[in-house]
């Protein structure tokens, strides 16, 4: 299959959405845990910490993807 350069920008595009989305997930789950009137079970932060590091590989790949098609001829 051949990505074409639109393909690409929509992958940089989804790519850095992802990115930028499940950070600051990460910020807000990281002031969620300081919190002291916050009583989550621990593993509450290991599933939301695995799901924000999937998706922020996701991310990677699919920008990675992208640009790959955007520099390609």
Same mark, same amino acid.
């Given at each position: 299959?051949?990505? #074409? ?7 940089? @595009? ?5 990115? %930028? ?15 002291? #009137? ?7 932060? @290991? ?5 924000? %590091? ?20």
């Amino acid at each position: 299959m051949k990505l #074409e350069k639109r393909h690409g920008a929509l992958l940089l @595009v989804i790519g850095i959405w992802n990115l %930028v989305t499940w950070s600051n997930f990460a910020k807000n789950l990281a002031k969620t845990a300081q919190d002291p #009137e916050q009583h989550r079970p621990r593993p509450y932060y @290991v599933a939301h910490a695995v799901l924000i %590091v999937v998706n922020a590989v996701i991310g990677g790949v699919l920008g990675s993807l992208g640009l790959k098609a955007l520099r390609s001829r």
